[in-house]
């Protein structure tokens, strides 16, 4: 009998629906889906358009860039953050039109650095073997 | 039926709230269970429908000595029992039962009979948010919140944050910034 190991952070797991956006992070694009039917984008992937049914769509690469649409700071530390607290849970507004949830690195865990709509661009961090997109403020060094 | 028939709420109550280390979630529906009925003066033998989320409305019934004619087990998080009494009372126009019991129970704090909350890797959730640490109702629920709350017209009294505190909660008033002796868990 082993020790119960510390958990740790989720590692995303692909599904086939999913795999292209894997994919695009592996080799540092963030990939969006696209319905031809009526232009809309979206994520997280999936097999028809939410905005109008369509089953007809296909994958481009996102700007990568984006605003800050809410934050929590978090003190509290999900399963496997123990001594990464406190850190910043992010919704991005894409400029291609869907939000994301991600975190924010390159900037304090400070509400007095943190306002919302600022600019910010994405970047790639590896989890496991994945790579994570997280976003940055628009130009700074991470 | 008629669609003007009079469907009642008979009777509510609470288990105990905090630290149970006697009782598991099953346990907590069917205490849960007897003080409602007590409080509405009525019986098991007066129950012929039983609502439970997670735990399945079918082990519910057994412990407590009930056979159903109706059952609801739809399990969507937080809302389940509210949802459960509507379902109820559409159950009970329909004629399809009389009496239900909706109930719920958590051993949150002690950890007892307490099924495991499964987040599947493969999940939107598990691909698309829980890998950035949101996993919790104090920061997932407060997301929404801040965009909420810097819309100009939709200032909040700071006071209104402190309403929803039950007089058997147990962490008392909800941190906030303006109280900073206490341990701040998420911000908002």
């Known amino acids: ?142 | 039926m008629s669609a003007r028939m009079k469907i009642a709420i008979a009777g509510a109550a609470e288990t105990d709230l905090g630290a149970l280390p006697n009782l598991s979630e099953l346990d907590l529906r069917a205490d849960a269970a007897h003080r409602a009925l007590a409080d509405a003066g009525l019986t098991i033998r007066d129950v012929d429908g039983i609502t439970s989320a997670t735990e399945s409305p079918i082990d519910v019934a057994h412990y407590l000595g009930i056979t159903p004619n109706w059952y609801d087990g739809t399990s969507v998080g937080g809302c389940s029992f509210l949802v459960h009494v509507r379902h109820a009372a559409a159950a009970i126009r329909a004629g399809l039962c009389h009496t239900v019991l909706v109930l719920h129970g958590e051993s949150g704090r002690s950890q007892v009979g307490r099924p495991p909350r499964v987040r599947m890797p493969t999940s939107p959730l598990g691909q698309f948010e829980l890998p950035y640490g949101a996993f919790a109702p104090p920061n997932m629920f407060t997301l929404p919140v801040m965009r909420f709350l810097a819309r100009p017209s939709k200032i909040w009294p700071r006071s209104w944050w402190r309403k929803a505190i039950g007089p058997k909660a147990i962490r008392g008033p909800v941190v906030t910034s303006d109280s900073p002796s206490r341990r701040c868990s998420v911000r908002p």
């Open chain 1, 1 to 142: 009998m082993s020790a119960p190991s510390a958990p740790a952070k989720m590692v995303p797991v692909a599904t086939p629906a999913s795999q292209p956006f894997w994919d695009g992070t592996q080799v540092g694009e963030l990939r969006l889906q696209h319905c031809t039917d009526c232009g809309h984008h979206f994520l997280y992937p999936r097999l028809s358009c939410p905005s109008c049914g369509s089953r007809k769509t296909d994958w481009v690469r996102a700007a990568g860039r984006g605003r800050l649409y809410s934050f929590v700071i978090s003190h509290m530390a999900a399963p496997g953050w123990q001594g990464e607290t406190p850190y910043v849970i992010a919704v991005v507004q894409l400029e291609e039109g869907p939000r994301m949830l991600s975190n924010l690195v390159g900037v304090p865990a400070d509400p007095a650095a943190l306002v919302l709509d600022m600019p910010l661009e994405v970047t790639f961090q590896a989890r496991g073997d994945k790579m994570l997109p997280l976003f940055k403020p628009a130009g700074a060094a991470q």
